[in-house]
């Protein structure tokens, strides 16, 4: 049986690295505009197994921050 050229083996790992260093730089810049550890969110965003659950926190923070910033409703 015939081995697959060693590229198919790193390529879903090159796009997942491409993809979370995008999202690390996102969630930097994201995080000091929430007054967060900077560090620790792009650090977060990297980790393969930790990034998808933590970008549900991401979401829920920004989600938060922005119902925070709009004016109260009057009944």
């Known amino acids: ?27 930097y810049f994201l995080a000091r505009r929430l007054n967060a550890n900077s560090t620790l969110w792009a650090v977060l965003s ?11 926190y991401v979401g829920y923070r920004v989600v938060y921050a922005v119902l925070d910033r709009l004016p109260p409703r009057s009944a």
Do not use: E, R
């Not at 990297?46 to 549900?56: D, S, T």
């Open 1 to 27: 049986m015939q081995q697959p050229p060693m590229f198919f083996g790193f390529a879903p790992l090159v796009l997942w690295a491409v993809i979370g260093i995008g999202l690390a730089i996102g969630n």
């Open 46 to 56: 990297l980790i393969p197994a930790v990034n998808f659950v933590f970008m549900y």
